[in-house]
């Protein structure tokens, strides 16, 4: 445990000094894109990974909290960083209201339905709906975040606000994991019989956390606004899901360095294989069948529960 | 009333695409109880074919327009269900006893390996199919002129659906098939070699798919490598709209679709087409998760 928890320090020591010693914008923005899609990816963890619905519209939420922090901070000159718990909300609300009647579906029922719901986001946001949208060029202008008087508009800036929002959701994910309700998760995902039979509320539970991954998608949104200042429907297509789901699957579904390392491999890479743009899909859907095939639960799978008293039984978690 | 029925019979012409394609997700779904994502890129894949061998050989100008559409629609029903069955072997196959989830994931990196690999063959551009392929004179049927191609295409998969019932409802084969999506082990105890089954599976419904393919290129006269991705979606909504395993229900699901979509189209908007679509989906989930004709859904035991 210590060796881990010195590995975590110089890591943390290390990206905190990046953008000083470092000082090029470009791997600085790369590296906030990864910071991005971690935080996307352990959103969407905690719906795949702890509670194993397949969640394949994950971008739908994201493109809520996105838009609707544009709108707000465009119309209203509202803050932008302000308007992340509502942006959350708003996702979250829409979670509720979209997963409510569908989380009972088998697995792939499920995974189909979170496509038609991400389409349909999608097309709603194109064809401009309530007037609010702009249609296929989305909205622009959006303001810049400002932390006590202090403009964010540089790489290095954004790298500290992402990284630090990474930081949270890192924090926040792994609480969730140790409590309550994250072992009721893990139960559902291992055994949804056996769970109901314990007395879990299996409907509730898995609502929960679908929505709590919304919600976290929503504010990520926010973020993705503030830093690109213009948002466009193209943004939140279905390989933006895909990709998101990738992360989860290839890094290790239920585990954060598992995600975090999926970011880094899946972002990240391709900038070193510029070259080879073309291809970085078709590498990551044969990674995805091969990944199936040979370790089937990520590069990085989560460890198998401790409990106090309780010596860990190898591969006691699988 | 013109209007209506003009749409009516578009509608059909489009559902019937839409079954071709659903019938090779829900036979695999109901013997594999797998959602085959990469089905959408063999049907893709199809249309391309269809448009390399229409340049390396001109087949309408030799076996004139309708024998020279079909020698070439058999052809490349042939070469995509071998890609099918590679398919199966390599990415499904190792994945049998494996748990859900892998699979699901599998056939999702299978769809995007094969959607990259087409759109690095052909490019990413739309591609036009030779124009005047078939003969495209309007016919009058019941005081409204349609298009033969139209009613063509919707003969076509008349055809080939009841074709496939036939197969599966009165041969030998057929009978496996059906024992197999009903319970495989005991299919297995009564001597049926599912792991063959499984490969029929993967030549017919890739071989529909690709017909549908060459289909859709010769009837709107352009493709692209993202084509499969929609139409498979639509396909699948289809198919568990019919009701998911069930070989007619996905013919019904696939007609009923193309008719409700058209309609939207003509009636709402055409900017929310693809909405409709999704939105039938949901519905029908909500609704009747089972389909029209098909067995129980929701996840309780």
């Known amino acids: ?318 | 009333m013109d209007f209506f029925l003009q749409q009516l019979f578009n509608g059909l012409a489009v559902g019937g695409i839409y079954a071709l394609v659903a019938l090779g997700y829900t036979m695999v779904y109901g013997v594999m109880k797998l959602m085959n994502f990469a089905h959408g890129e063999l049907f893709t894949m199809g249309a391309f074919l269809g448009l390399t061998l229409l340049g390396v050989f001109s087949f309408t100008e030799v076996l004139g327009p309708f024998g020279g559409i079909f020698v070439l629609i058999l052809m490349v029903m042939g070469m995509v269900a071998i890609m099918g069955v590679l398919l199966e072997r390599v990415a499904y196959r190792p994945l049998r006893n494996s748990p859900r989830l892998s699979a699901i994931v599998s056939a999702l990196g299978a769809s995007i390996f094969l959607q990259n690999a087409i759109m690095l063959m052909y490019g990413a551009r739309f591609q036009v199919y030779p124009h005047g392929l078939l003969p495209n004179t309007p016919v009058s049927l019941f005081g409204v002129d349609i298009p033969l191609l139209r009613i063509l295409l919707f003969l076509v998969s008349v055809f080939m659906m009841a074709g496939l019932y036939f197969f599966v409802q009165r041969t030998r084969i057929g009978t496996a098939i059906r024992a197999a999506a009903i319970d495989q082990d005991a299919a297995r105890l009564m001597g049926i070699n599912v792991d063959r089954v499984i490969q029929i599976v993967f030549i017919i419904g890739p071989a529909l798919g690709a017909a549908a393919g060459v289909m859709v290129g010769i009837y709107y006269g352009q493709i692209n490598f993202t084509m499969g991705w929609i139409f498979g979606l639509k396909a699948f909504t289809a198919a568990i709209i019919g009701g998911i395993g069930n070989i007619p229900g996905a013919m019904l699901g696939g007609l009923l679709l193309g008719v409700l979509e058209t309609m939207g189209a003509a009636y709402i908007s055409t900017a929310w087409k693809d909405a409709i679509a999704f939105g039938v989906l949901i519905l029908i989930l909500l609704v009747r998760p089972r389909g029209i004709l098909g067995e129980r859904v929701a996840d309780k035991l």
Request: aromatic share 16%.
């Open chain 1, 1 to 318: 445990m210590n060796k881990n928890a010195f590995i975590i320090s110089v890591l943390l020591a290390f990206f905190a000094c990046f953008p000083v010693l470092f000082s090029n914008p470009y791997w600085i923005g790369v590296l906030n894109d990864i910071w991005l899609y971690a935080i996307l990816g352990l959103s969407l963890n905690w719906i795949v990974g702890h509670t194993g619905l397949f969640n394949l519209g994950h971008a739908a939420y994201y493109a809520v909290g996105a838009y609707t922090a544009a709108i707000l901070s465009t119309r209203y000159n509202i803050p932008i960083l302000w308007l992340l718990p509502v942006a959350g909300a708003a996702a979250g609300l829409f979670a509720l209201a979209v997963a409510r009647p569908i989380i009972h579906l088998r697995g792939d029922y499920l995974a189909i339905v979170t496509i038609g719901v991400g389409e349909i986001v999608r097309i709603a946001l194109e064809n401009d709906i309530f007037g609010l949208t702009g249609g296929s060029n989305g909205i622009f202008g959006i303001p810049r975040p400002e932390i006590f008087d202090m403009r964010i508009r540089r790489p290095w800036q954004f790298y500290y606000l992402i990284g630090g929002f990474l930081l949270i959701t890192i924090w926040f994910f792994y609480r969730l994991e140790q409590s309550r309700f994250g072992r009721a998760l893990n139960y559902i995902k291992e055994d949804e019989t056996a769970a109901e039979g314990s007395g879990i509320n299996t409907a509730w539970y898995k609502l929960a956390a679908f929505v709590i991954g919304a919600v976290w998608a929503g504010m990520a949104g926010t973020l993705f606004a503030a830093k690109m200042t213009i948002i466009s429907p193209g943004s939140f297509n279905f390989w933006e899901s895909v990709l998101i789901f990738a992360i989860v699957i290839l890094g290790g579904a239920g585990s954060i360095p598992g995600v975090i390392l999926g970011a880094f491999l899946l972002v990240g890479l391709p900038e070193f294989f510029r070259n080879f743009a073309d291809a970085r899909m078709l590498f990551f859907g044969a990674a995805m069948v091969l990944m199936m095939i040979f370790r089937n639960k990520g590069l990085l799978p989560p460890l198998a529960r401790k409990y106090a008293g309780v010596p860990r039984v190898k591969g006691g978690d699988a």
